[in-house]
């Protein structure tokens, strides 16, 4: 089936933190949103689900595909009150003109629903999306189309490659990360027990693709083609893409 190899790129890591990802074309934004959850530590995506906000930017488009309800409801207010943000513009003082125009300015910026919209005709086109999440801890991505095939047979997700291990929820940013991640390696340095204890809840680990494939199975959104695939009572003997 006509099928994405993506790299996921987390950016300001360093080394890179980053997974390249095989999958069947026709995912929803919110399914895209999974697999970037599911290939790192965070918590967000299926099965578990709302803990932080996300948003996937669309700059190409001026838009934004986001679970942020309060946003969208924003955008929709504006697009029926067009005449009200007009004349509200006109009153504002000198003070807060910019500020309000500014403002308008990203209203009108689309807002849509990630389960609403499919990832195919942005990322063909312009092969690269940025995506948002906690917007506390401010993680971004870019998430790059490397190739598009038509050999890929199965109807979820895998992982083909990737290197250094993903943050955990609520780390604190990419430098509390690196913080974190010293003293959860260090077996000598005075907060390793505590880091240890703390990231149990959140079932962080290294990177693991073994662990990571398991999970992926349960992001199908096709159908998979056994009768092209080599294998012996649904246990792959041998594939391109999955061994």
């Known amino acids: 089936m006509k099928s994405y190899i993506i790299k996921i790129e987390l950016e300001e890591s360093n080394p890179l933190i980053w997974r390249r990802v095989i999958m069947p074309a026709g995912a929803t934004y919110k399914r895209l949103h999974d697999v970037i959850q599911n290939v790192t530590n965070f ?3 299926y099965p578990g689900g709302g803990y932080h906000l996300f948003e996937f930017d669309l700059p190409k488009e001026n838009r934004i595909v986001t679970d942020n309800e309060e946003a969208y409801m924003e955008h929709q207010h504006y697009i029926k009150n067009k005449k009200y943000y007009e004349e509200r513009l006109k009153s504002m003082g000198p003070k807060m003109f910019q500020f309000e125009k500014n403002h308008q300015e990203r209203l009108k910026i689309e807002v849509r629903k990630p389960t609403g919209l499919k990832i195919d005709d942005y990322l063909e ?3 690269e999306i940025q995506y948002h999440y906690d917007f506390g801890d401010d993680w971004w991505f870019t998430i790059r189309l490397e190739e ?3 050999d890929y047979y199965f109807g979820y997700p895998t992982l083909l490659d990737g290197a ?3 943050p955990p929820e609520d780390v604190g940013g990419i430098h509390g990360f690196y913080e ?3 003293a959860y390696r260090d077996l000598k340095h005075p907060e390793h027990s ?3 204890d703390w990231v149990e809840d959140w079932n962080f680990r290294e990177y693991n693709p ?3 494939n398991d999970r992926l199975k349960d992001l199908d959104y096709k159908k998979t083609e056994w009768d092209k695939i080599k294998h012996e009572h649904y246990k792959v003997i041998e594939d391109k893409y999955r061994k």
């Open 194 to 196: 505590a880091m240890k």
């Open 180 to 182: 974190f991640l010293e």
């Open 125 to 127: 086109k312009y092969k």
């Open 148 to 150: 598009i095939v038509d």
């Open 43 to 45: 918590q967000s995506g």
């Open 210 to 212: 073994d662990w990571i």
């Open 164 to 166: 250094e291990t993903a």
